[in-house]
């Protein structure tokens, strides 16, 4: 459609047809013979709220899909199709492993294929839009939402957002072409940093705090051309983002150039009323249209209250109007109306999704992004001449996918014992629960409490792990979180492994301390207790469809453990936040030193963590020349190269993830004493040398200074690379300005 025609459709809608296209609801509201139920009974939605609703979301498969458009367009006065958004957050059905996970493999170029898989699944299931990706930046692991998340680092998220957007939409941005998915970046913004790490509160950013760590990712996210963006639930500084003309209008549309669709989160609109924002669902309706949001998710205050406020002069028509036009432009943008099923059906549906191709790179990244915490004497990889015990909850699960893999069927995933047994490592391997992932423990998922209690067998199950364990050559403990342990609504104050699983742990290191232990979590755990039980300790996080057949290629050497630390391990809780590019202290102090009283540090802990971001070790061992500089003075405009020299001196082929830190010695505005800059994934056969070259422009300086103008400073600064966060091979260089 012209944009001719498009603004001529706009201008012969009623209102009523402009305010239902900024509704949103789920799927089922639309289906044949609908019932409301559940959460959609709460939002206080009927049925006639929904006729005109603009967009569902929710539900796939191209079939019913299809039944809903073409039902929904023959009853809409102008036949506008419905646009179908769903989470589809880390997979489809070929599910990867979670976005931290993927932000561990420290290779953007990847995780772009793996989204391009992704979107090539949903949108043959009739998808249009994806509530992805989450570009938070996350720095306390009790918040279960870091499991969406790609880490601690500005610079890794906002790489990692364009891998998302790029892989959803394309190269060229263009979204008719059948296989591409729309993106959603949420949420704007500072939703990553809830107070205490509890979902739903409130953050409180300094603006510089918000522009220095917050907002990189999301930028990065926009100029790679994200379709919609989503406001924060939380309020910032005391507003409610989805209320905030200061956060939508201001910053995301006026400065960063927005001109996508917004939209609120799930009843986002509503709850202004429960924030204290507004009175009634009418005034939160009113805030937030004022502020810019485009379409009210799963709320009644747009369905109900809009036409009204419009009618009354309290709205003004033109900002639905706005809003109206940004959501047809996305439709005409996907083809819609052209083929309002996007090249969606069922023969391309069943051609695509989990296809062997998207298998196969599902797999290849649960090695990239497994994370070799420990290898104590080598231990690792395992031999397959040797008896090996593969003991725990994790041994034959399929529940290891993650809370927001809500397309999955749990038969597709390989299991740890499958993936030992098909990969022709199993005929030295026993394999035995020992435990439930769970016991005596009430967890609330997405409409689902699950209880688990203390299971009949218990004590017989222990003994028969114990058992395994002193008849093997050593020993794999699969242990970890259970599922809904992480992800939306599930922070955590305690995060170590459930206590019925250390104990079992304890036992079995007591009678065989060949342990291998693989950590399968949502989010960095407190592992002290599980390293000092163990020999290795790899953390998989929830590696997906294909977690078990990734994971036995590492623990057999097949391939080596490409992973990095992208959010650091703490050594307790109690030191949270806890993360890599933290500002400069002006007393700091130093663990090397001699003791020290009125320093910034713990009487009873490290300042540093267990595991630090960028770490993590392989089944290779690389040896790092000097960095090498190509100049010692930069001008403004100018860019110099530094470079070193990679070589594996060690026995096996492996990836190892060069990174570039950045410290500015001197600036108006105290800076983090190890910046991430850059990355280069060099993959090294034993004796195999290559070079590592990274070009330092002046936009890789640049701060927001005391002034908040973002510019770079005439200063020295250092320049380190290595191989993870604490690296001190580093060089100086002047840049003059």
Known sequence: MTEQELKKLLRSMSLEEKVGQMVQVTGGFLEEGAVITGPAADAGLELSDCRLAGSILGIAGAE?????????????PHHIPLLMMA???????????????????????????AMEMAAGEASSAGLHVTFSPMTDLVRDPRWGRVLESFGESPWLDARM???????????????????????????????????????????????????????????????????CVMPAFQSLNGVPCTASQKIVRELLRKELGFEGVTISDWSAVGELVAQGAAEDTREAAKLAIEAGVDIDMMSVCYARELKGLVESGEVEERLVDEAVWRILTLKNKLGLFEDPFHGAGPEQEKRTVLC???????????????I?????????????EKKTAFIGPYVDSTDTCGSWAIFQNREDTVTLRRGVMEGGWGAHASFCHGCDVLENTRVLGFGVEEVFGESEDREERIREALQAAKEADGVVMALGEHTLQSGEAASRGDITIPHHQMELLRQVAAV??????????????????????????????????????GIADVLFGKTSPGGRVSMSFPWSAAQIPVYHNDYSTGRPYDPAGAEQKFVSRYLDMPNEPLYPFGYGLTYGRFQYSPVRLSADRMKAGGSLKAAVTVKNVGSAAAKE????????????TVRPRRELKGVKCLYLQPGEEAEAVFEITEELLKIWDRNMEFLAEPGKFMIFIGGDSRTDNGAEFLYEG
């Open 64 to 76: 019913r899909l299809r039944k809903i458009q073409e039902r929904y367009m023959e009853q809409h």
């Open 87 to 113: 989470d589809v957050i880390h997979g489809y059905q070929t599910v990867f492993p979670i976005p931290l996970a993927l932000g561990a493999s420290f290779h953007p170029e990847l995780v772009k294929k």
């Open 161 to 227: 957002a364009e891998a998302y957007v790029r892989g959803y939409q394309g190269d060229d941005g263009d979204l008719s072409r059948p296989g591409r998915l729309a993106a959603c970046d949420k949420h704007f913004v500072g939703y990553g940093a809830p107070v205490a790490g509890r979902e739903y509160n409130h953050a409180e950013l300094s603006e510089h705090t918000l522009r220095e760590f917050h907002l990189p990712a999301k930028i990065a996210a926009i100029r790679a051309g994200t379709a």
């Open 356 to 370: 062997e191709k998207h298998r196969d790179l599902a797999r290849a990244l649960v090695a990239e992004s497994a």
């Open 372 to 384: 070799l915490l420990k290898n104590e004497n080598e231990i690792l990889p395992l031999s397959p």
């Open 512 to 549: 065989n301390p060949n342990v291998v232990t693989v950590v399968y979590s949502g989010r960095p755990l407190d592992l002290r207790e599980v390293s000092a039980c163990s020999k290795a300790v790899l953390a998989v996080f929830l590696p997906g469809t294909m977690g078990g057949a």
């Open 657 to 668: 993830a060069v990174q570039l830190y950045l410290y500015d010695e001197k600036a108006t």
